[in-house]
Each structure stands twice: as C-alpha cells, then as structure tokens.
C-alpha cells in the first residue's frame, strides 16, 4: 500500500534462485535457472489478489529475460481457467492481465523475447546492458541491440529501449506532466510517454548511447556504458 501511495515501483533483481558463481561445474547450468524462478515471486502476489487491491501496483522482474514470459502466461492463463474455482484464487482476470498491467521484465538479449513483443503478458518488456557485470553487452551493445530488435519498427524498438521503463515504470522524467522526459526537453527531443517516440531527432543525435544507458542504469542500479 506505501508503494502505491508513493508512486514508486517495486523492483526484484535476478537471484530467485542463486547460481554458484564460483563453481565451475554448476554455473553454467544455473545460470538460465534464475530466470524463470522470479516468476514465483511475481505469483505469491498474483493469486494472492494483490494486483486487484492494488490496480497501480507496477513490479520490475529485473535481468530476468522476457522470452519465457508469453510462454508462462498463456500456461497460467488456461490453468487458472480450469483450477480457479476449487481453488478459490481472488484472481478477478487472468494471469496475463496482471502481467500487461502490473509487471515489468527487463532483458540483455533475448531476441526470442522481442519477437514475442506481442503476446498477452509481455507488454512491459525493457533492454538493459547491464554493464558491468559479466553479461553486459559492452563495449558493443549498438551490435546488440541491432541483433535484438533486427526488423522491429523504430517507435517499438525506441520504447523497448527506454520509454517504457523511464516514462511508464518509474515515471520520474515527466517532472512537468507534458508528456516529455525533461532531460531530453532542453535537447528537443521528440519523444513522448505515450507510446509515440522518435528519439532520434536532428537534435538529439545520440539516441541509443542517451536513452538506453539511462534506462540501463535505472533498472539494473549498476553504471552504465555502450
């Protein structure tokens, strides 16, 4: 409830389940264990009816990948279709809809996850370089986000990238409610929170290495760098 009142997002970095960084036998295969695992996390709200008391309740899943995301909502979505009465889960919609209305997910690479844009649950999808950890994309994420988002339509690709985690999750750019970031405003840039985006405005010539270590920075608490 003190969340919502204070309009901040909660957010859950990767470590749902801890892989053994040290351990030369058992990193590799943990590795892609902590991904999917943060889903329990976002479930004990879900059916707990978290999400129907609280509507304006945004979670970041951060560093989790999103291409598994499509994949377990439209799972819950036919399990909670057939389990929800003996279950007497409060849930008042489906799964998904929590997913599209309430959290967030945060990916490196994952181009699966991009072509997955538009599945039901993977509304709220953001890229971070997550620099410097030993995952980051530096010093070649412009080469990343090429491969990533290779075809996807530049308002997309520009929102994935930063809009939706600056202008949506954490909301702190719009200081003057106009629907443009103020640290692109004296630049004028031409983008907005309402999903129209061209960023990469004549007057705005940096638009990846600007937005996208911004918003790198803000989702994975780490500094960032292209």
Not at 153 to 165: F, N, Q, S, T
């Amino acid at each position: 409830a003190a969340a919502v009142e204070l309009d901040l997002p909660i957010t859950f970095h990767l470590g749902a389940r801890t892989s053994r960084f040290k351990d030369k036998t058992n990193f590799l295969p943990d590795i892609p264990m902590g991904k999917p695992a943060m889903l329990e996390m976002v479930n004990i709200m879900l059916y707990s009816g978290v999400f129907d008391r609280f509507p304006d309740m945004s979670i970041g899943l951060i560093e989790s990948g999103v291409g598994w995301i499509p994949w377990a909502c439209e799972y819950m979505d036919r399990a909670w279709e057939m389990q929800r009465h003996w279950t007497e889960v409060p849930n008042k919609m489906p799964p998904s809809f929590y997913f599209d209305q309430n959290v967030y997910a945060s990916f490196i690479e994952d181009p699966v996850g991009v072509e997955l844009r538009h599945k039901s649950g993977a509304k709220n999808i953001m890229w971070s370089s997550d620099y410097p950890h030993s995952e980051t994309t530096f010093p070649h994420s412009h080469q990343a986000i090429a491969r990533n988002f290779a075809g996807v339509p530049k308002v997309e690709r520009d929102w994935i990238l930063a809009g939706c985690a600056e202008c949506t999750l954490f909301g702190i750019l719009d200081g003057d409610g106009d629907g443009i970031p103020d640290v692109w405003e004296s630049s004028g840039a031409d983008l907005n929170c309402d999903g129209t985006i061209d960023i990469a405005s004549s007057a705005f010539s940096v638009p990846v290495t600007a937005v996208s270590c911004w918003a790198s920075r803000v989702i994975v608490g780490s500094h960032c760098s292209l």
